[in-house]
C-alpha cells in the first residue's frame, strides 16, 4: 500500500490536502472509486459511490455502516447510492472478487455533518 499526499497553498495562504492511496497486489484485479475520489465531508445524508474495475472481478460489494449490498458491474462500471444513518464518519469498503476468490478493497471515509 502506497498513499500519495499532494499539498497545495494559494497566495492568500489557503492550504489544501488531497490523500491517494494505491495498492498493488500482484492479482489482476483492477479496482477504482472515481466518485468520491478521496475521503469526503458531505452535508447531506446520501452519496453515490461509482468507480470500475477490471481484471475478471465478476462481483463488487459495498460495506457502510454495518450494511453490504452488490451493485450491478455493466461494462467494468458500478454505482451504489448509499443512505447514512446519522451524522458521524463512515469508512465505507469496496471490494472486488473473482470466482476464485482473489480479491482487492478500496476504502473512503466519508464524514457526514449537516
Known amino acids: 500500500m502506497n498513499t500519495i499526499e499532494v499539498s497545495a497553498i494559494d497566495l492568500l495562504g489557503n492550504r489544501s490536502v488531497q490523500k491517494r492511496t494505491v495498492y498493488r497486489n500482484g492479482l489482476g484485479i483492477d479496482l477504482s472509486v472515481i466518485d468520491p475520489p478521496c475521503d469526503v465531508r458531505i452535508a447531506t445524508p446520501s452519496i453515490t459511490i461509482k468507480g470500475s474495475v477490471s481484471g475478471g472481478a465478476t462481483t463488487v460489494t459495498k460495506e457502510a455502516d454495518g450494511e453490504s449490498c452488490t451493485p450491478a458491474i455493466t461494462g467494468g462500471v458500478f454505482e451504489q447510492k448509499i443512505t447514512l444513518a446519522g451524522e458521524e464518519t463512515f469508512q465505507v469498503k469496496v471490494t472486488a ?11 473512503r471515509n466519508i464524514v457526514y455533518r449537516k
Open 97 to 107: 472478487k473473482t470466482d476464485n476468490v482473489d480479491q482487492t478493497t478500496v476504502v
